[in-house]
């Protein structure tokens, strides 16, 4: 039969190693909502990319376009 303090013993490690467990699994949590706002914060700089890039395409085609009817004043 095991001792009283081997039983003691025991339960206080086994308490130890629930509390560890509890901030592990909190710091997982918080670890998985950053990563979860990293990944919207990501997408929404791709989508201001993709748009701030279809914006500069237009300009620059509307700037060629502009350049290619101007005829110089000799014509």
């Given at each position: ?26 710091t ?34 509307e ?13």
């Open positions: 039969m095991p001792a009283i303090n081997d039983i003691a013993w025991l339960q206080e490690q086994l308490v130890d190693l629930q509390s560890q467990l509890a901030f592990q699994e909190d997982l949590q918080a670890l998985n909502d950053v990563v979860t706002r990293q990944q919207q914060q990501i997408e929404n700089l791709h989508e201001l990319c993709k748009s701030q890039k279809n914006q500069l395409e237009t300009i620059s085609n700037m060629e376009k502009d350049v290619v009817e101007e005829r110089p004043p000799h014509y």
